[in-house]
């Protein structure tokens, strides 16, 4: 058992673990991204797909145009940042921007919906897969007002147009991020629908 050597912990660097956890997430995000743009590219994918109907090239996510509000549901959690290493690593913010601003809005053009919410309420409702503790502000989100934006549901994304809430739940079955829409005035029946 000499082999074996006693590290105390005064001697882990966990500035370095944090560092490359992050990096780990960081590289997880991309590799998820680029394996849905490579998938789509994929000349034969429609009829892989048809055989194989569980796996798909899309990312899945999914808009429901409904009479007071527009819900968008992304699979998964919101990628994980630190704001204040954003201006460190540029070329990773933009790509997780330039993906999920241009699905979003591809998605809410596809569907056709002719709303525009004004004074606009979002709620962005996390549904977490465990009870690990999650900070609100480590996840990636200026995407979404972003993708509302280009998409035209909203005017543009001030405070004057624009009011939000987060909130999380647990679903240990299909974490998922949901963002509703709506124009604030309505927010008395909005949250009606939640009874």
């Given at each position: 058992?000499?082999?074996?050597?006693?590290?105390?912990?005064?001697?882990?660097?966990?500035?370095?673990?944090?560092?490359?956890?992050?990096?780990?997430?960081?590289?997880?995000?991309?590799?998820?991204?680029?394996?849905?743009?490579?998938?789509?590219?994929?000349r034969n994918w429609e009829d892989l797909s048809k055989e194989t109907p569980k796996?798909?090239?899309?990312?899945?996510?999914?808009?429901?145009?409904?009479?007071?509000?527009?819900?968008?549901?992304?699979?998964?959690?919101?990628?994980?940042?630190?704001?204040?290493?954003?201006?460190?690593?540029?070329?990773?913010?933009?790509?997780?921007?330039?993906?999920?601003?241009?699905?979003?809005?591809?998605?809410?053009?596809?569907?056709?919906?002719?709303?525009?919410?004004?004074?606009?309420?979002?709620?962005?409702?996390?549904?977490?897969?465990?009870?690990?503790?999650?900070?609100?502000?480590?996840?990636?989100?200026?995407?979404?007002?972003?993708?509302?934006?280009?998409?035209?549901?909203?005017?543009?994304?001030?405070?004057?147009?624009?009011?939000?809430?987060?909130?999380?739940?647990?679903?240990?079955?299909?974490?998922?991020?949901?963002?509703?829409?709506?124009?604030?005035?309505?927010?008395?029946?909005?949250?009606?629908?939640?009874?």
């Open positions: 058992m000499e082999y074996i050597r006693h590290i105390p912990v005064e001697a882990w660097n966990l500035v370095e673990q944090d560092s490359q956890l992050e990096e780990s997430l960081k590289n997880l995000e991309l590799s998820k991204i680029s394996l849905i743009k490579s998938l789509r590219q994929f796996i798909n090239n899309k990312s899945n996510i999914e808009v429901q145009d409904n009479e007071d509000y527009v819900k968008i549901i992304i699979p998964g959690i919101l990628p994980y940042v630190q704001l204040n290493h954003k201006l460190k690593d540029k070329n990773y913010y933009r790509q997780l921007n330039m993906f999920y601003v241009g699905e979003i809005t591809r998605k809410i053009t596809e569907q056709d919906i002719s709303k525009e919410f004004k004074q606009a309420f979002v709620l962005i409702k996390q549904f977490f897969p465990d009870l690990k503790i999650r900070d609100f502000d480590n996840q990636f989100k200026s995407f979404i007002f972003n993708a509302l934006r280009y998409s035209r549901l909203i005017p543009d994304d001030s405070w004057e147009n624009l009011t939000y809430m987060e909130c999380g739940e647990l679903d240990r079955i299909t974490p998922r991020t949901e963002i509703t829409i709506t124009n604030l005035h309505k927010l008395g029946d909005f949250f009606s629908i939640f009874d």
